[in-house]
C-alpha cells in the first residue's frame, strides 16, 4: 500500500514538474526576442577657417598714424548642406576712440570705410553708443549686410548659387591720420565670427542663424 502511495505521489510530482517546465518554455519564448536597428543623423553644418589667425600681411604690428595694412581670412564649408553667411569683424582697443579723432578702423584698399557692412559701437561697459556722430567707443563690430552662399559636400547646385566651398575676404587696418598722443601705447584686438544659416529651406523652419567664432589677432 505503501509503495502505490509513492508511485501516485511520483506521479503526481512529475506532472508538476513537466507544467513548470512547460511554463518556463512559454515564458521565455514570449519574453526573449531578436532586434536589429541602425542610427542616422541630420545635416551638419561645418564652418571653419584656414587658418587659426587673421592673416595679417607681413605680420607687422606697430602701426603710424595714417598707415594701413592688408589682413585676411577664408571661411569654407566643411558640412552636408550649403549654408549663407555673414561674418563679422570686431575691433576692441584698450583706449576710447573716436571717429573723428584716434581711431584704428576697417577700410577698403582705398582707405575708405568698408560699404556694406552695418557697424555697432560699444562703450567700455558695453553699452551701444553712437559712434558715427562722434560717441567715444572702444569697439566697434562690423556685420556684412549681404549674405555669401557656400556649397556644402551634399549640396551642390550653381542654379540654386550653390558654387563655391569655400571664400576669402581681404579688408585693410588702419589707424587714422587724425591719432594723437593719447594713443600712444594703444593696443588693439581683431576677430571674426561668422554667422551661417542653411541655404536651402530657411522657410519651413525657424530663421535661426548659427556662430561660429575662429580667427583672433
Known sequence: MKLKGNRKLLTVGLAV??????????????TDKIEIGTSVDAMNIGIEYHDNAIR?????????????REFGFTVDNTGSISVDIKPVITL???????KNGSVFKIVD???KE??????????EGGNVVDGDNNAAFTKVRYMLDNQITLAGSAQK?????????????????????????EFVNAHATMD????????RFRGSGEERWLEFPAAVH
Open 56 to 68: 595679417l600681411k607681413d605680420n607687422k604690428t606697430t602701426f603710424q598714424p595714417g598707415e594701413s
Open 109 to 111: 584698399s582705398e582707405g
Open 17 to 30: 514538474f513537466c507544467l513548470l517546465a512547460t511554463a518556463a518554455v512559454s515564458a521565455a519564448y514570449w
Open 92 to 98: 576692441s582697443v584698450n583706449k576710447p576712440m573716436t
Open 157 to 181: 547646385d550653381a542654379d540654386q548659387g550653390e558654387v563655391n566651398e569655400s571664400q576669402a575676404f581681404t579688408y585693410y587696418l588702419k589707424l587714422a591720420e587724425t591719432t594723437g598722443n
Open 114 to 123: 568698408l560699404e556694406g557692412f552695418t557697424a555697432e559701437y560699444f562703450d
Open 192 to 199: 571674426v565670427s561668422t554667422y551661417a544659416i542653411q541655404h
